[in-house]
């Protein structure tokens, strides 16, 4: 285990570019000061029926985004010809805070929005301005955390991400993540400790206390005794590397689970991995849901077939005491694509399992998982490029993508205001999410991208073997430039049990977009749509493409970003008014 703490960052040693754009922030109702409902002056302990509906502002957010990779051993043996980093590793970051639906007002007030180290030292105010904001840096050299003071209008979207790209060596790879949200258990689905593979777990904190952190780790074989008893320090404003196979080897399949007391932390694994002396894909496994029943994420296929290994592969995990069983379903671009063998899953609880997806056509694609047991899940992807230069033979390099599965949870509805009138005395009662905002991606600086939405059926009889999926998912797809500009609206009507894939260019109008946002449609009555779930994420690209390849092809290299959701607290809220001891009657 190694400990290394923050140093400032050396302005010099990199470039920051900052605009701020046109793009409009809707300011509907930041609360100052509310105003005292009718029924105030009534006797001690009554309760008035009047509810007041307020907008709430958001929280202080924090957003800490994966430090660049690195090697698990620097140690240099041997001829410089071999070396395990013939090249530098670039890293670029960007990030944004944007507003919700296009229109309104900027940022009220002082709110500091900042990108710091984690120790908070070494500030970079973002410039805020009549619209949206983003940053992009390159050359970027240790882990950076976007901090939103609180106050922001309900519909500022908060999101950064990180990519590191490597064209050669055992870093090779595109390893690119958005950045997350601290939080007291994580859940890190992906990655292998077998012989040729590392996983380096990265611990942050950037809070202003010290995190104690219990580590878990599931195998093939079920739980793992780790070598040293898997607790960690880490101080405040500082990480905590370590290498998990270390604590515990020769794990062909890994899940982590990562809890936290005193303090919330960052984490992710930075998984490696070398075929003898070729490099087989580098990337960060970042954190997915918490053990649920029901999940989604989306993979593109390039038509492997079912026995490649370069074939996508689904990552399951029961880690209660319970065994069950997951049905696996797959949506396409023409709806539901059958898995060979593959649909129904034992599951052994505590054991780490694989589930093939080859087989299927070329194409993007939703994989939904419906359990009769809690479960967590990831995915991989693999892309394949050209031989190692000067090789002895035509052995191709690898990239792999791990991406983490999202819940499926329905938007809850917006409850009336009769159903709140009956609530306790004096509560402030949440009675809906901001639920028309479905998340933001921002973009890696040097990368092309495919956007997949895939409107998954809302329940788990509409997902079953003869269902026919009914509904259309409706939203907006937006894209913002780095000056913050407005560069292009897409309407979505994504038909229940599809899947579709988007050129990021395409929704830029030709210009590279910044950040994309994503928004469910709106009824009349202001609620959001019932029906498909949009599961969303976007497949980044980058280096050059193979050897030959058609014009137009994709770099070799690959990562998957996925959104960054709105703050908990974003919606509104009913107050009721109620007098209480030492008020007057």
């Known amino acids: 285990m190694t400990t290394r703490r923050s140093h400032p960052r050396a302005a010099l040693r990199r470039v920051a570019t900052i605009s701020t754009g046109l793009v409009a922030v809707a300011l509907t109702g930041v609360v100052a000061a509310v105003g005292v409902p009718q029924g105030w002056g009534a006797a001690p302990g009554a309760v008035s029926t009047d509810v007041e509906q307020i907008e709430a502002s958001t929280p202080e957010r924090v957003l800490v985004c994966p430090a660049p990779v690195r090697l698990a051993d620097t140690a240099q043996v041997g001829d410089a010809q071999f070396s395990a980093a013939p090249v530098e590793t670039a890293t670029a970051?960007?990030?944004?805070?944007?507003?919700?639906?296009?229109?309104?007002?900027?940022?009220?007030?002082?709110?500091?929005?900042?990108?710091?180290?984690?120790?908070?030292?070494?500030?970079?105010?973002?410039?805020?301005?009549?619209?949206?904001?983003?940053?992009?840096l390159a050359d970027v050299t240790d882990s950076e955390v976007l901090r939103v003071g609180a106050g922001m209008p309900v519909d500022t979207r908060v999101a950064a991400s990180v990519g590191s790209v490597t064209a050669a060596g055992d870093l090779r790879g595109l390893a690119a993540a958005s950045c997350s949200v601290p939080d007291i258990s994580q859940w890190l689905v992906g990655g292998s400790t077998e012989v040729g593979s590392s996983a380096q777990l990265v611990l942050q904190n950037p809070g202003r206390t010290p995190a104690t952190?219990?580590?878990?780790?599931?195998?093939?074989?079920?739980?793992?005794?780790?070598?040293?008893?898997?607790?960690?320090?880490?101080?405040?404003?500082?990480?905590?590397?370590?290498?998990?196979?270390?604590?515990a080897p020769e794990q062909r399949r890994l899940a982590v689970h990562v809890e936290s007391t005193?303090?919330?932390?960052?984490?992710?694994?930075?998984?490696?991995?070398?075929?003898?002396?070729?490099?087989?894909?580098?990337?960060?496994?970042?954190?997915?849901?918490?053990?649920?029943?029901?999940?989604?994420?989306?993979?593109?296929?390039?038509?492997?077939?079912?026995?490649?290994?370069?074939?996508p592969q689904l990552r399951l995990?029961?880690?209660?005491?319970?065994?069950?069983?997951a049905t696996v379903t797959v949506y396409?671009?023409?709806?539901?694509?059958?898995?060979?063998?593959?649909?129904?899953?034992?599951?052994?609880p505590g054991a780490v399992t694989d589930v093939a997806l080859g087989g299927l056509p070329a194409g993007d694609y939703t994989v939904v998982v419906d359990s009769t047991v809690p479960v967590v899940a990831g995915a991989f992807q693999a892309r394949a490029g050209d031989p190692v230069p000067d090789s002895l033979d035509d052995t191709p390099q690898v990239d792999r993508a791990w991406v983490a599965a999202t819940a499926l949870d329905p938007a809850p509805a917006a409850s009336s205001a009769a159903e709140d009138a009956?609530?306790?005395?004096?509560?402030?009662?949440?009675?809906?999410?901001?639920?028309?905002?479905?998340?933001?991606?921002?973009?890696?600086?040097?990368?092309?991208?495919?956007?997949?939405?895939?409107?998954?059926?809302?329940?788990?009889?509409?997902?079953?073997?003869?269902a026919a999926p009914t509904g259309t998912f409706s939203g907006t797809l937006r894209a913002y430039g780095a000056d913050g500009t407005l560069l292009g609206e897409t309407a979505l009507a994504v038909e229940a049990g599809t899947t579709v894939g988007l050129d990021a260019l395409e929704?830029?109008?030709?210009?590279?977009?910044?950040?994309?946002?994503?928004?469910?449609?709106?009824?009349?009555?202001?609620?959001?749509?019932?029906?498909?779930?949009?599961?969303?994420?976007?497949?980044?690209?980058?280096?050059?493409?193979?050897?030959?390849?058609?014009?137009?092809?994709?770099?070799s290299l690959l990562s998957v970003l996925v959104p960054v959701p709105p703050a908990s607290s974003q919606g509104t809220v009913a107050v009721r008014a109620t007098s209480t001891a030492g008020l007057p009657d």
């Open 93 to 136: 970051l960007r990030a944004a805070v944007v507003g919700g639906a296009g229109a309104g007002t900027a940022n009220p007030g002082d709110t500091p929005v900042n990108l710091t180290g984690l120790d908070a030292l070494d500030a970079s105010p973002l410039e805020q301005g009549d619209g949206a904001t983003t940053v992009s």
């Open 507 to 555: 929704l830029g109008g030709g210009n590279e977009p910044a950040v994309l946002t994503l928004d469910a449609s709106e009824t009349s009555g202001g609620a959001t749509q019932q029906g498909p779930v949009p599961v969303w994420s976007v497949l980044a690209s980058a280096g050059a493409p193979v050897a030959g390849a058609a014009e137009g092809a994709p770099g």
């Open 422 to 466: 009956s609530g306790a005395a004096g509560t402030i009662e949440p009675t809906s999410a901001r639920t028309t905002d479905r998340g933001t991606v921002t973009l890696v600086p040097g990368t092309s991208s495919i956007v997949r939405v895939g409107a998954v059926p809302s329940t788990p009889p509409e997902r079953g073997e003869d």
């Open 317 to 325: 995990l029961a880690p209660g005491t319970e065994a069950g069983t």
């Open 213 to 247: 952190v219990r580590l878990s780790v599931w195998g093939p074989g079920g739980p793992v005794v780790l070598s040293g008893g898997g607790q960690y320090l880490v101080p405040p404003g500082e990480e905590v590397v370590t290498l998990v196979e270390a604590v």
């Open 262 to 311: 005193g303090g919330t932390v960052a984490a992710y694994l930075q998984h490696g991995t070398l075929d003898g002396l070729v490099p087989v894909g580098v990337d960060f496994v970042t954190p997915g849901a918490e053990p649920t029943t029901a999940l989604a994420l989306g993979v593109t296929s390039a038509g492997e077939s079912v026995e490649d290994p370069l074939a």
């Open 332 to 348: 396409g671009t023409d709806g539901r694509v059958r898995l060979r063998g593959g649909e129904e899953q034992d599951l052994t």
